[in-house]
């Protein structure tokens, strides 16, 4: 199970603030992804990089940012903006776009 | 965008029996479909994969085909034992521009194999 982590497991958040997740990945992956998983929902696409100094919106990015400086690097900030942000995120990378994705084992955000 | 139905939602079986999970997309570009299995409160882990120069795949008790003109695609799990109670997830990706290695995933299947 090692070779990308994210931190913390749970995290517990006051409505109005923003909060940083982390996704960090020893495995020498070019991409990059951020997933939301909602009870009796598939994962939907938050964010995606292919690339160092570069990231796509995915599908629900409203209320999201993402930085991309490193190559092992990849963090999530949950903005105010988002307003239903308690949900499961997970983190992935592949060596290479349109590879097998490889996930993290997950942050639990709860909204207060 | 790529669109993918999955069904059913739920699937219950006995031990033994076979468990047959189908999805369909929208995107005939689409040509990577895999499938990841999710375990309680765990990551989604792949447990099989195919593209669309092949029409099946198999891997031990696990197959998964593809019909490429119908837009749909299966996975089959035989000999089914309770250690495959879990959640499982399709999802499709097609190559090129930017969604280049965005995966769209479907709804999600949680079978119960029961002992």
């Known amino acids: ?11 517990f958040r006051k409505e ?15 991409a990059m992804y951020w997933y939301r998983q909602d009870p009796g929902q598939g994962l939907r696409l938050i964010y995606y990089s292919q690339i160092v100094n570069d990231f796509q919106k995915g599908d629900i990015a409203e209320g999201y940012s993402v930085s991309r400086e ?7 900030t949950v903005t105010s903006a988002q307003k239903n942000p308690t949900a499961f995120y997970l983190c992935a990378s592949s060596i290479a776009p349109y590879n097998e994705q490889f996930f993290g084992p997950g942050t639990r955000l709860t909204v207060l | 965008g790529e669109n993918v139905e999955q069904h059913p939602s739920t699937l219950s079986v006995q031990e033994g029996d ?4 189908k999805c369909t997309y929208s995107d005939s570009a689409s040509n990577y479909f895999p499938w990841y299995k ?16 092949v029409g099946e795949k198999k891997d031990q008790r696990i197959a998964v085909t593809l019909n490429k003109t119908a837009k749909h695609f299966s996975l089959h799990i035989t000999e089914t034992q309770p250690e495959d109670s879990a959640v499982y997830f399709c999802a499709a990706s097609k190559p090129g521009g930017t969604s280049y290695g965005k995966l769209t995933f479907g709804q999600g299947t949680i079978l119960t194999v029961h002992p």
């Open chain 1, 1 to 11: 199970d090692g070779g990308i982590t994210q931190s913390p497991k749970y995290l």
């Open chain 1, 16 to 30: 109005g603030q923003n909060v940083t997740l982390s996704c960090e990945q020893n495995l020498n992956h070019d």
């Open chain 1, 70 to 76: 490193k190559k092992e690097s990849f963090p999530l």
């Open chain 2, 18 to 21: 076979s468990a047959v999970i």
């Open chain 2, 38 to 53: 999710q375990e309680l409160g765990k990551r989604p882990q792949l447990i099989i994969d195919i593209r669309s120069n």
